[in-house]
């Protein structure tokens, strides 16, 4: 079982940056893989952004490749999405998500389906 909880959300201008953590309880994170995941007002829950268990493999949706980062520090069991150049229409809830234990170390999933694990989300608004 693997518990997470995102912070690092909040307002910021269109053209800012803001950095998202997601702290994973238990020892065995650094067996997961991690995504990202967005859903705003209206919409279905969208893909973002995916890392593998080791970090070596990643995926972005293609909205904001470019602009946003995925990354992980396994010793603190913690997973970072680092975005921007924000957009108003970045705005929404982010949520990270894991799935595991998974055995190969290039492994990502792009689908909410694929993944076992859910945060309670934190908001993102970009002002325009």
């Known amino acids: 079982q693997v518990h997470l909880v995102e912070s690092g959300g909040g307002l910021v201008q269109a053209g800012g940056s803001l950095r998202l953590s997601c702290a994973a309880s238990?020892?065995?994170?650094?067996?997961?893989?991690m995504g990202w995941f967005r859903q705003a007002p209206g919409k279905e829950r969208e893909f973002v952004a995916a890392m593998s268990r080791t970090g070596g493999s990643t995926l972005y949706a293609d909205s904001v490749n470019g602009r946003f980062t995925i990354s992980r520090d396994n010793a603190k069991n913690t997973v970072y999405l680092q975005m921007n150049s924000l957009k108003p229409e970045d705005t929404a809830v982010y949520y990270c998500?894991?799935?595991?234990?998974?055995?190969?170390?290039?492994?990502?999933?792009?689908?909410?389906?694929?993944?076992?694990?859910w945060g309670q989300g934190t908001q993102v608004t970009v002002s325009s």
């Open positions: 238990g020892r065995t994170f650094s067996s997961y893989a």
């Open positions: 998500a894991g799935k595991g234990p998974v055995f190969y170390s290039g492994t990502y999933y792009s689908t909410a389906r694929s993944y076992d694990y």
